[in-house]
């Protein structure tokens, strides 16, 4: 489970007028390391562990630098679940060796993955394994050709399962909600054969918020009403296998805001233990 906070009021709209730069040369680009492998066949291998080896991304041949976050080094390393290049905080947290998004204290007011920004066309975008021993050339895990269009956002997600690894590119085409309402996207990227789609189950309102989700899609941004005053209102988020209603995974502490966007992304494989890095899980991070 990855943890989203948040209050009324907060920086956001600040942040967001900040980044608003003049984009229509120029393409943004937010990277996810959804890629559940634990075992990758090197010349000089990597230090296996329950949770998938780190990745450095590469665009048009060139590695890309971190963004520089609350007066830290750049960081150009992404853990499993973690977003490239950055997450914007005053108090950034990762959950251990995964890299979760959005844990510990910090709200979701100052917490929002940034994006890399490139020209856009015709793009070679990779995924090279960092090696944690030895000294041979990284390996690139996943490689492909996608093109990319000035003035847009998009989320590449490295995902899928050896031999078939790979990107997958969503564009972020959320608008502003009105007041009173939030935006929600799910993303499905858990290659599990056991189940061919997904719903999410929101306990607070009683029904679905996304159904019948498949492999390698997203949902629109739909609006949904704010639960409670000011949206600080509880909500568990149940990830459920399509028509059924058997909780799979969830997501506690959900506190949607009037006015903002989130992206919940499903991940992991449904035949691994609950105490392992890559089993079966719902996490989300905030769009706006």
């Known amino acids: 489970m990855t943890l989203i906070t948040a209050c009324e009021k907060n920086n956001l709209d600040d942040y967001e007028v900040a980044k608003d730069i003049d984009v229509t040369s120029k393409t943004l680009v937010r990277f996810i390391h959804a890629f559940p492998s634990n075992s990758i066949n090197t010349v000089s291998p990597v230090l296996v562990t329950t949770a998938p080896p780190a990745f450095r991304f590469f665009v048009n041949g060139q590695q890309l630098n971190g963004a520089t976050i609350a007066g830290t080094s750049p960081s150009n390393l992404t853990f ?37 920004v490139f020209p856009g066309g015709e793009t070679r975008v990779a995924a090279v394994l960092n090696r944690l ?17 000035n003035g847009k956002r998009y989320t590449m997600i490295a995902a899928d ?27 499905n990227m858990a290659p599990n054969i056991t189940f061919s789609t997904f719903d999410v189950y929101s306990r607070r309102r009683a029904g679905n918020i996304a159904q019948g ?6 949902t ?27 909780t799979l995974a969830q997501f506690n502490g ?22 392992n890095a890559r089993t079966l899980t719902l996490s989300g991070y905030l769009n706006r």
């Open 220 to 246: 629109q941004y739909p609006e949904i009403p704010v639960v409670g005053t000011l949206g600080l209102t509880n909500d568990t988020l149940e990830l459920r296998a399509g028509g059924t209603t058997t």
């Open 133 to 149: 021993t030895g000294a041979s050339p990284a390996d690139t895990v996943i490689a492909g050709n996608f093109t990319f269009q």
């Open 213 to 218: 989700v498949p492999y390698r899609t997203q």
């Open 254 to 275: 959900f506190f949607p805001v009037s006015q903002r966007v989130y992206t919940f992304v499903i991940r992991g494989m449904s035949n691994l233990p609950a105490s």
């Open 161 to 187: 399962t050896i031999p078939n690894q790979r990107f997958f590119q969503f564009e972020d085409n959320w608008t502003i909600p009105s007041i009173g309402f939030y935006q929600i996207r799910v993303i």
């Open 80 to 116: 499993y679940f973690g977003a490239f290049p950055g997450v914007n905080t005053t108090a950034p947290t990762t959950n251990g060796s995964n890299g979760s998004l959005n844990t510990g204290s910090a709200a979701a007011s100052t917490v929002l993955p940034d994006y890399a």
